[in-house]
């Protein structure tokens, strides 16, 4: 992941999400960005710029949109089951657009919880195993996706989904140990006193 200009990672914020879906991970990937030389972590608005109001009423203000080129967007969920959040994303369809161009140019595409479902909606998920909050599997099936209803975390190479919310932690630990190796994720692991729960699952492939 990566190359000579360094490595991005964007964490596309949008109007409801789930607080934790988002700040969890990103401490994490923020962590390994100050062991990491050019590793670049940002919280980003999914349609620009601005303040973003999220599930519980935090405001974070966001500096720039979603890129062009990231070398991982990380997409958290929030609102799929009782509406609003992802699930508003999700009908807007602009969201799931730009995340469909930037697979198809290279993004590694990863959500947690129902922010897999935006990766559904942008046809990421199609015929790869994946898995999403347990209460929003059956909702990621019928878009064909090949869902696992035991891990915590599916890695399929450039597509790395977790179930809800608190496994944005395990997942993001996964990148960092696959990307960066197994010492810092779990230096990074003991920094922020989280045991991973587990189990992940990577593809075969």
């Known amino acids: 992941m990566g190359d000579d200009t360094g490595v991005r990672i ?19 990937l923020a962590n390994a960005a100050r062991a990491v030389d050019e590793l670049n972590v940002e919280l980003v608005g999914a349609d620009g710029p ?9 405001r974070l203000q966001c500096e720039r949109g979603l890129g062009d080129a990231p070398d991982l967007v990380l997409v958290p969920g929030g609102g799929w089951m009782r509406g609003g959040g992802a699930r508003d994303a999700y009908a807007a369809g602009r969201l799931p657009g730009r995340l469909r161009e930037l697979a198809a140019g290279g993004t590694i595409m990863a959500s947690v919880c129902t922010g897999a479902m935006l ?13 999403t909050h347990r209460a929003a599997l059956d909702d990621l099936a019928r878009h064909g996706a090949l869902v696992d209803r035991e891990a915590r975390v599916v890695d399929d190479g450039d597509l790395v989904t977790c179930g809800g919310i608190t496994s944005g932690l395990d997942l993001a630990l996964h990148v960092v140990a696959r990307e960066w190796g197994p010492e810092l994720a779990a230096d990074i692991a003991r920094l922020m006193e989280h045991e991973v729960v587990g189990p992940i699952r990577v593809s075969a492939s």
């Open 10 to 28: 964007e964490i596309p914020l949008f109007a409801g999400f789930d607080e934790v879906d988002a700040i969890a991970p990103f401490e994490v």
């Open 50 to 58: 601005g303040e973003i109001v999220a599930s519980h009423g935090a």
């Open 119 to 131: 990766l559904a909606a942008a046809g990421v998920t199609d015929r790869r195993p994946a898995t």
